[in-house]
């Protein structure tokens, strides 16, 4: 492909007249890309520990906060973190973040939701989790920027944990037959065992000696 190559020409040597030396062409210097900007902050969870908060092309207009103030988590779930909300200032010439957001703890199971105009959109299947860390990228002005405004990205993000389920209970242990007479327990001691069985001689002898 065709690529347009900017030079520097320098006369070596002064003067008018005939003779000038020998002309020094330098190359261009290469373009150095501009680094995105990156920001850090962490927060205190409602439940324990410090959420890490590190954001990439931006930086935070304003300090990450923990809102426990928030709607019910879909399908009876729990919030045990709150949602973690920040507002980013995006750097001159990008218009999406990177956000990485870092938990005490993930648990089994646990889904990862954007809440946007008081609206959970489960953005599980978008994000990447590597530990107890979450990183997704936003786009400025599209579903998941809570903030209208250009250049500007709002990013409340709720780690849910689905309510547990309650595991079947076992039915209770049989206490004996339909025709009255005992079970016994495969626990049940060899004395005690015994003394069911002494019973009924017991009886019968006594019937014995009342007829004698």
């Excluded at 020998?22 to 261009?28: A, E, H, T, V």
């Excluded at 039915?171 to 065992?193: E, F, I, K, L």
């Amino acid at each position: 492909s065709n690529k347009t190559v900017g030079l520097t020409v320098t006369a070596a040597g002064g003067g008018g007249g005939g003779g000038g030396g020998p002309i020094i062409i330098q190359p261009p210097q290469p373009e150095t890309p501009p680094q995105p900007t990156t920001d850090s902050a962490s927060v205190q969870s409602p439940a324990g520990g410090q959420i890490q908060i590190v954001v990439e092309g931006g930086t935070f207009r304003e300090s990450p906060a923990v809102d426990r103030n928030i709607p019910p988590p879909p399908e009876g779930g729990s919030a045990p973190h709150g949602a973690v909300s920040f507002t980013v200032q995006l750097s001159q010439g990008q218009d999406s973040i990177t956000i990485r957001v870092t938990f005490p703890n993930i648990p089994q199971g646990a889904r990862i939701y954007k809440l946007v105009r008081g609206q959970y959109i489960d953005v599980t299947n978008r994000v990447q989790i590597s530990g107890n860390t979450v990183i997704l990228t936003i786009r400025d002005n599209t579903e998941l920027d809570a903030n209208p405004q250009s250049g500007v990205i709002s990013d409340p993000i709720v780690l849910v944990v689905p309510q547990q389920q309650q595991g079947g209970q076992q039915p209770p242990a049989q206490q004996g037959g339909g025709g009255g007479g005992c079970s016994m327990g495969a626990g049940a001691s060899p004395v005690n065992s015994l003394l069911w069985l002494l019973v009924p001689a017991l009886v019968l002898a006594r019937r014995v000696r009342k007829n004698f």
